[in-house]
């Protein structure tokens, strides 16, 4: 690997923004490393890299627009980058393709990408289907045209680094927030989807007790219904602000199809997760079985490891897969939870030595990215996308003892729990699709659940409409 350059700023002759603009020879092959930092006249700059293999390409700048090269795309004002002669030692990071893919409104970057066999072309296909999909859903909600291009670009971006050089996730994987933020990638992604102004988190108070038990070294489990792969981001959107140290602690029991997909690896990459082989899957290849069984087991025992020390907060959904919605009213419902999951997830809590908390928990938001309709077994499903309101909302925690009471077996008592958790979820769920779907808002709310927005300065008045969360970039 070539050795790494440290930069410096030069101050370039000031140049309107209609003027000329000077080419400057960039240095050549530029290393895959990171400098952790650039000082100049102009401040700081931080978490620059650049693509190697680059050589002899021109620099070309102009005052106050945006420079792109390599991964180096910010905002200048007459400013060259001139290699100094200290190397960096920081660690290296992949390339960046962002560049190429700031022309994608035209696909031209992703044919180019396709052309030079650096991806299928069905992936090629897929990503300009992605891209309009999500053109058309983000300018819905009103977000600007360079911004949609911008985040595209870099999703572009990471998605291709997949096929380039593949992530592997291991059993247990703590998201990636840096050099690069995995975790804002994907909230930023998702974030011009949601709309705010018509989503709702339920019992703020039950979120309020879950943290007080994390922070105590308590474990928490949540039961939930599972409708999207943008579920990880949706209830970290819905929680940020009021809860952020609850969205970032989450730990998501996912799919084998959610680190294997490359269109979903990198919003993966940026979420905890611990990496198991789904039932409905794990006999689709006879072959690999054995190794499926293997993984899993790994798994259980990462989750066994964490709940043991205390201080986690695990989400499960026990249906084992997303919802889906009735073939014949086509209305979407939580699918029915797998009562071994209940129970195995149940005896793990029980059987740590730290204390631990079973609650359930609803989501809505299936519109945003809404599932084939019938299961597949492929990797690399159509995914349509949506501009819609969402919800989330807890339940009261759920009690063995007192919801088994009356039970004769074992096997009974693991059947009256895992039912009643879901009673719960699907209670939760029908208050959220009255404030979100059919327009009631906050008045939906009922003695066991409480609706608002937190986001909003005027949450506790249903009839004033909530300021919606800035973009970040």
Same mark, same amino acid.
């Given at each position: 690997m070539a050795t790494s350059q440290a930069f410096h700023f030069v101050p370039l002759p000031c140049r309107s923004q209609n003027s000329a603009v000077a080419p400057l020879t960039s240095p050549s092959r530029h290393s895959l490393h990171r400098s952790s930092s650039l000082k100049g006249p102009y401040g700081t700059i931080r978490n620059i890299s650049f693509d190697r293999n680059r050589d002899n390409r021109s620099l070309w700048m102009k005052s106050n627009i945006w420079l792109v090269y390599g991964r #180096? +795309? #910010?905002k200048v004002k007459n400013v060259a980058y001139v290699p100094s002669a200290s190397p960096a030692k920081t660690p290296g990071v992949a390339r960046s393709h962002s560049d190429t893919f700031l022309s994608v409104s035209t696909e031209a970057g992703i044919r180019k990408e396709v052309d030079a066999n650096r991806i299928p072309s069905k992936a090629g296909y897929a990503m300009e289907e992605l891209y309009h999909n999500y053109k058309d859903a983000a300018l819905i909600g009103g977000a600007p045209v360079e911004k949609i291009v911008e985040i595209m670009a870099t999703v572009l971006d990471r998605v291709l680094l997949q096929f380039e050089d593949p992530f592997t996730f291991p059993s247990y994987h703590e998201a990636i927030r840096e050099p690069y933020d995995y975790y804002m990638f994907g909230q930023n992604y998702i974030r011009l989807l949601l709309d705010f102004r018509n989503?709702?988190? /339920? +019992?703020?108070?039950?979120?309020? $007790?879950? %943290? @007080?038990?994390?922070?105590? /070294? %308590? +474990?928490v489990v949540l039961l939930s219904n599972h409708q999207t792969e943008a579920d990880p981001a949706v209830m970290a959107l819905l929680l940020e602000a009021s809860h952020p140290y609850l969205a970032q602690k989450l730990i998501y029991i996912a799919g084998d199809r959610v680190v294997t997909d490359p269109f979903c690896k990198p919003f993966s990459m940026g979420r905890n997760l611990l990496c198991v082989y789904? $039932?409905? =899957?794990?006999n689709d290849e006879p072959e690999l079985v054995d190794m499926k069984r293997k993984a899993n087991a790994r798994s259980l025992k990462e989750l066994a490891i964490l709940l043991r020390k205390g201080g986690h907060l695990v989400w499960i959904a026990p249906s084992g897969g997303r919802d889906r919605p009735d073939p014949v009213t086509m209305i979407w419902k939580p699918a029915p939870f797998e009562t071994?999951?209940? %129970? +195995?997830?149940?005896?793990?809590? %029980? =059987?740590? $030595? @730290?204390?631990? =908390?079973?609650?359930?928990? @609803?989501?809505?938001?299936? $519109?945003?990215?809404p599932p084939p309709i019938q299961v597949q077994k492929e990797i690399g499903e159509e995914r349509l996308l949506g501009f819609s309101g969402t919800g989330l909302s807890v339940g009261a925690e759920l009690h063995f003892e007192e919801i088994t009471s009356d039970c004769d077996s074992i096997d009974q008592a693991a059947e009256c729990f895992s039912q009643a958790a879901l009673e719960q979820v699907n209670a939760h769920y029908d208050a959220l699709v009255q404030a979100v779907s059919h327009g009631k808002g906050m008045n939906a709310s009922t003695d066991t659940l409480v609706l608002s927005q937190p986001w909003s300065v005027n949450s506790s008045t249903s009839n004033e409409k909530p300021r919606v969360p800035c973009h970040s970039s």
């Open positions: #180096l +795309n #910010l989503s709702y988190l /339920g +019992n703020t108070s039950y979120f309020d $007790k879950i %943290e @007080a038990q994390l922070k105590q /070294g %308590e +474990n789904s $039932k409905k =899957h794990i071994t999951s209940v %129970e +195995n997830i149940r005896r793990l809590i %029980e =059987h740590s $030595k @730290a204390p631990g =908390h079973l609650y359930p928990l @609803a989501l809505l938001c299936y $519109k945003l990215m």
